[in-house]
Every structure is written in structure tokens, then in C-alpha cells.
Nanobody
């Protein structure tokens, strides 16, 4: 139901834009988020956005470099990634909560019920 795309190989300092399209149902009232998992590490929170698109939260490691947005008319969530670093290398997953989530819980893995298949982002130094 969630399909992520836009990953690839980029040099440090470069940019990528990830997109996640939902199908089969609408996720308009739901909180949408991005997580990532690097080899040998646990999946970690990256960013999330509320259903109106006006409330966001970011991991400290990506603040000021990544921007999350959503288009409810297209049932999509995007992640613009700028000034990429080698430590951003990971498989990126989009996720949808079962409903709206209070902002203080945006980073909680267990709040998300629907997951995309992941897209690989590799940043070379």
C-alpha cells in the first residue's frame, strides 16, 4: 500500500528527493513518516508530518538538511534531502500511522502501522 521511490547513489553534499505513494486507501488523516536503517543498525526515525501538513518533526541528525512534505490530493509524502552525508546512507522507509498521532509521538516506531518496502540511499564521500 506504500511505495517508496527516489533513492540512489549521490556524492556527499548532494541532494535526493524521496517520494512515497499510497494506494488502496487514503492516508489523509494519518500521520506519515520516514525512517531509515543502516547496515547493522536499528531502524531510526528521520521525519514525520501531520495530516494538515503544518506540523513536522525531525531527528536532530537531519534538522536543517531534510524537509518532509505531503500532498493529500495525491496521497503522497516526500522527503527532500539536501547536504547529504555518508552517514545518511541507509534504506529509507515511509510509514503511515493508523490515525493522527500527537507530535510528541511522531518518532515512535510503534505508532506506525503501514510500511513501504524501502528505497536505498547511498552517499559516497
Amino acid at each position: 500500500q506504500l511505495q517508496a521511490s527516489g533513492g540512489g547513489l549521490v556524492q556527499a553534499g548532494g541532494s535526493l528527493r524521496l517520494s512515497c505513494a499510497a494506494s488502496g486507501r487514503t492516508f489523509s488523516p494519518n500521520t506519515l513518516g520516514w525512517f531509515r536503517q543502516a547496515p547493522g543498525k536499528e531502524r531510526e526515525f528521520v521525519a514525520a508530518i501531520g495530516w494538515r501538513g503544518s506540523v513536522m518533526d525531525y531527528a536532530d541528525s537531519v534538522k536543517g538538511r531534510f524537509t518532509v512534505s505531503r500532498d493529500n490530493t495525491k496521497n503522497m509524502v516526500n522527503l527532500q534531502m539536501n547536504s547529504l552525508k555518508p552517514e545518511d546512507t541507509a534504506v529509507y522507509y515511509c510509514a503511515a500511522a493508523a490515525s493522527t498521532v500527537p507530535r510528541q509521538f511522531y518518532s515512535v516506531y510503534g505508532e506506525y502501522s503501514y510500511w513501504g518496502q524501502g528505497t536505498q540511499v547511498t552517499v559516497s564521500s
